[in-house]
């Protein structure tokens, strides 16, 4: 709600220059990362202990400082960001690192809920400070927006630090193990993080117009969004979860679950066009037409059900699997770019969101194949 308003309060050019900064922190986080909240995960259930979290907590957080130099250098030569902008995206992913690896140390924990809160901290941080910024005046700008985020940032990231010291009693040295799972788990995240940011930079690219972008975004704000909350909130039990059954649940179970995802792309598909169309009548008004509307609104759904492949992956893959899986799934941002400059579709909007959908199917179909042939190789051991 807090972004909606600010598209309104800054322009649809303002907004989209905000946005390019919101959906970069994700995309430098997930590449300094490494995937190593994910495999710590999966090693500290597998051992029993999170002695590992604090030495690759410092390691990330240092990765994420460079890595967001070279972003904020990269959008200030492409873009003009201007210094505050600029500053932002070098800062703060390595701010919300921390609370990453905090959020995973609680999952580890099987505190879910405050799990799923640290992990969206700087971004329910930020909404907060948004809307109370927007409540005293009537004048927003997209600097109000990029303030927000490096303040939610910095909070989180304090809210990190109490979790790691909360829940993790032992330090051990760096493993080359967590680096080597955690490969196959960036590389499987980063087609999403990627063209999350990569659709708009690209129409805003093509279009030689932020505003171009920054409807997009307005209309995936209303629409994807809400489904990648609902998949982010799944995925925090699913992964954990998974591990745990795949030692007990046999493998016929496990294929009837990746089934039962894949069947429930229509109906979630329906629910989140029609909660569209009534929402959008009384509150958003982005004007995005019905064509739209459905591409996007199927994206959504495709967004939630790969929380189960993605989860029986993580859980029961070797890491060769996981990383072939992984790499071929890169093949989403090629189609995404190919997409967005090839197709000959002059709306903004149904352009983004008709690139948007072809890059997602190819990586939900890749991983529900691998997801199969996983389970079938589980099945062939037993």
């Not at 907060?128 to 990029?146: K, P, Q, Y």
């Not at 630090?161 to 330090?171: G, K």
């Not at 909130?233 to 679950?257: I, N, Q, W």
Request: glycine content about 6%; proline content about 3%.
């Amino acid at each position: 709600m807090a972004e909606l308003i600010l598209s309104r309060r800054a322009g649809m050019s303002g907004f989209g220059e905000y946005q390019l900064v919101r959906q970069a922190i994700p995309l430098i986080l997930l590449i300094s990362l490494i995937g190593v909240d994910q495999s710590l995960i999966r090693v500290s259930i597998e051992n029993g202990s999170t002695s590992r979290f604090v030495p690759h907590t410092k390691a990330a957080a240092l990765l994420s400082l460079a890595w967001g130099a070279i972003a904020g250098f990269a959008l200030h030569k492409f873009f003009r960001t201007d210094p505050l902008t600029t500053a932002t995206v070098i800062i703060a992913p390595a701010l919300v690192a921390v609370s990453e690896l905090g959020a995973a140390a609680l999952r580890v924990n099987r505190k879910y809920a405050a799990s799923a809160v640290l992990q969206q901290g700087y971004r329910l941080c930020a909404a907060l400070i948004l809307l109370g910024s927007m409540a005293l005046t009537n004048t927003t700008s997209s600097s109000d927006g990029v303030i927000a985020l490096a303040v939610g940032s910095l909070i989180a990231c304090a809210c990190g630090c109490l979790a790691l010291i909360t829940t993790v009693h032992t330090d051990t040295s760096l493993s080359r193990h967590v680096y080597t799972m955690g490969l196959g788990f960036a590389v499987s995240g980063l087609p999403f993080a990627a063209i999350d940011w990569l659709d708009q930079a690209l129409l805003s690219w093509k279009f030689n117009n932020l505003a171009a972008g920054g409807q997009y975004a307005t209309s995936k704000l209303c629409i994807v969004y809400p489904a990648i909350t609902l998949a982010s909130v799944l995925g925090f039990t699913a992964l954990p979860e998974a591990v745990r059954l795949s030692k007990t649940m046999p493998s016929h179970a496990l294929k009837k679950t990746n089934i039962l995802a894949l069947l429930a792309v229509v109906p979630l598909t329906l629910l989140f066009y029609i909660v569209y169309l009534i929402s959008d009548r009384f509150l958003f008004d982005t004007q995005a037409s019905p064509t739209a509307a459905l591409l996007l609104a199927t994206t959504g759904s495709i967004r939630v059900a790969y929380v189960v492949p993605s989860a029986l992956l993580g859980s029961i893959s070797s890491s060769r699997r996981l990383m072939r899986t992984s790499t071929l799934s890169l093949g989403s941002i090629a189609i995404l770019t190919a997409s967005i400059l090839i197709l000959p579709i002059e709306n903004s909007v149904t352009l983004g969101a008709a690139s948007l959908l072809f890059a997602t199917f190819f990586r939900y179909l890749v991983a529900l194949v691998s997801t199969h042939r996983a389970i079938g190789e589980v099945q062939t051991r037993e």
